[in-house]
């Protein structure tokens, strides 16, 4: 099983990494999902974000989800054949959490890349603080 943890890595990077691993046949937990970063401008990312959250209607959808675990799991699925077998398999593989459940605390792996590094000059916005500017709340805050 592999632990990632999501803080401040760009989430197409992530995905990339997370859909891969999948596909192969490994597990994959994604902790700290809240702290993962989006790049671009910060009114660009809301707005676009906004617009996939209010999209369609509410009894016939799309619904794209307000929680960040669940965003960062719907950009992993956008890069899986979810619609074939091979794709189900692996999309049900992978499990996104807010924050570092107790039970991974010694697995969390340090990332390959240059974790936040690449962030620095670079405009992004948080996944925490999308999901707040679409309508999340947080139940502790």
């Known amino acids: 099983m592999k632990v990632i943890d999501a803080t401040d890595r760009v989430i197409g990077r992530l995905a990339t990494e997370i859909s891969q691993a999948a ?8 902790v700290n999902s809240e702290e993962a970063v989006i790049s671009g401008e910060r009114d660009e990312v ?13 009894d ?3 619904y794209y989800p307000k929680r960040p675990d669940k965003m960062l799991k719907r950009t992993v699925r956008g890069m899986l054949p ?16 807010l ?18 590094k690449d962030l620095k000059n670079r405009n992004y916005v948080k996944l925490g603080e999308v999901s707040k500017h679409v309508g999340w709340e947080p139940i502790n805050g």
Do not use: H, M, N
């Open 23 to 30: 596909l192969d046949g490994e597990e994959v937990r994604v």
């Open 46 to 58: 809301f707005s676009e974000y906004k617009q996939k959250v209010d999209r369609g209607a509410r």
């Open 99 to 116: 924050e570092v459940p107790s039970q991974f605390e010694d697995d969390v792996e340090e990332s390959d890349s240059k974790s936040g």
């Open 82 to 97: 979810y619609k074939k077998e091979r794709g189900k398999e692996a999309f049900s593989r992978i499990k996104t959490y």
């Open 60 to 62: 016939r959808g799309p």
